[in-house]
């Protein structure tokens, strides 16, 4: 998958809709509170929650973690499915990306569609669902409305065989490494 064009966007503060490792989704710079805001509003995502972050590996979490617990570098490689983790401090990624608590919730990409984006990137992305909150998760490109479509200056279409699945796991982590599971 060519992702120049897209990535270009990307670095212009622009949206990408593509397929992600989980489900369709609308992405930006993380960096970027503006994007963050524009995300926010395309999808009605209200202020006091968090977004979720896109890295490509997880030798950079110390970039955007305060102190990352060593229990999540093997949550992360042992996870059979797309696991996102809530960390309780954030850094490096613009304010109104993380949650009102200052917490970071991020999911480490292992594979798939939205792999090469995130690592040409070379920053975080936020991305969510690419739906208006609480609305139906789109399964194709077609159930995509009107109005996240727009919102988007790139398209990445669906490779071959990808299909949309269910949104990723979410666990938040403690200091201590103590840790509950917010979505199974």
């Not at 397929?19 to 926010?40: K, M, N, Y």
Request: glycine share 8%; charged share 20%.
């Amino acid at each position: 998958m060519n992702v120049k064009i897209p990535v270009q966007a990307l670095r212009n503060g622009s949206l990408v809709l593509h397929p992600t490792d989980t489900v369709w989704g609308l992405s930006g710079d993380a960096t970027r509170p503006e994007v963050a805001d524009l995300l926010r509003t395309t999808c009605q995502i209200p202020a006091q929650q968090g977004l979720i972050i896109l890295l490509w590996d997880t030798s950079i979490l110390d970039r955007y973690v305060v102190k990352v617990p060593d229990l999540a570098y093997d949550l992360i490689e042992y996870a059979e499915d797309p696991l996102t983790v809530v960390f309780p401090r954030g850094k490096n990624i613009a304010e109104n990306v993380l949650a009102p608590d200052g917490s970071i919730a991020i999911r480490v990409v292992k594979s798939g569609p939205c792999l090469d984006l995130v690592q040409s990137f070379g920053r975080p992305i936020i991305s969510t669902i690419a739906a208006v909150s609480g609305q139906p998760l789109p399964k194709k490109l077609e159930d995509l409305s009107p109005e996240i479509r727009q919102a988007a200056q790139e398209i990445i279409p669906a490779p071959a065989g990808w299909t949309s699945g269910k949104p990723s796991r979410i666990v938040r982590l403690g200091v201590g490494g103590e840790f509950e599971f917010i979505r199974k």
